[in-house]
């Protein structure tokens, strides 16, 4: 059972870091702490599912179920853990698995930029696609394009697919996306790679199709 707070005021949680609040709540588990939690990355990681999943409704739940699991989780927090991306994981976990359920397939931002803060790589994925080629993507008006990257990216493989939709979210850096997957920095970054060669690879062979 949840024990209340006390006497100590959500402004004074609100000058805990993350990582010492979740130490607190796996050790008393007060509603309060759990609570700043909530408040800290509501709407940051409700938009991120809402990307991500393409369903308001959907993130929604998968929002509840995400700090269900935190709570029943909480005892496998471990000191000195960076928080953030222990919830993205969960999240992201939670959200494969709504998908799957679903029989359905994540969305993608396709005005977000690769690596997010602290990253060097910011360009926009279509704009990469796209290029100085005159390819098909080229040719295409823009809400077109946006579509045949959205139906490409279903076509990728599940590993690919995932940390590609992940490095698009704008606050997520590539140390945090490994965290997340538990995969080293590198291997993020090769998937990424081979996502766009992939996906380049799509297109020129779109592009030979129309040619014939």
């Known amino acids: 059972m949840i024990k209340a707070l006390g006497s100590q005021s959500a402004e004074d949680l609100g000058q805990i ?3 010492d609040l979740m130490c607190r709540y796996r050790e008393d588990g007060h509603a309060a702490v759990f609570s700043e939690l909530v408040r800290r990355y509501e709407r940051e990681l409700y938009r991120y599912l ?6 308001a409704t959907l993130a929604e739940d998968v929002f509840q179920n ?18 953030r991306p222990w919830l993205y994981a ?6 494969v698995d709504a998908l799957r359920k679903a029989g359905r397939h994540p969305t993608i931002s396709l005005d977000q930029r ?20 005159d390819g098909p993507l080229s040719d295409m008006q823009d809400a ?22 992940l490095a698009y979210h704008q ?5 945090e996306i490994a965290e997340i997957l538990k995969i080293p920095v ?11 060669e992939k996906l380049h690879a799509m297109a020129r062979s779109s592009e030979r199709g129309l040619d014939g």
């Open 114 to 133: 690769v690596g997010g803060r602290g990253d060097s790589e910011t360009s926009n994925l279509v704009d990469l696609l796209v290029g100085d080629h």
């Open 171 to 175: 606050d997520l850096k590539y140390r």
């Open 66 to 83: 995400t700090f269900l699991q935190v709570h029943l989780k909480r005892g496998l927090f471990e000191k000195g853990r960076p928080f």
């Open 50 to 55: 809402n990307r991500y999943l393409g369903d």
């Open 90 to 95: 969960i999240a992201t976990h939670q959200a």
């Open 17 to 19: 870091a993350d990582e």
């Open 144 to 165: 077109e394009r946006r579509q045949w990257v959205r139906d490409s990216i279903v076509r990728l493989p599940e590993t690919l697919r995932q940390t590609l939709i």
């Open 186 to 196: 590198g291997t993020v970054k090769s998937r990424l790679h081979a996502a766009l």
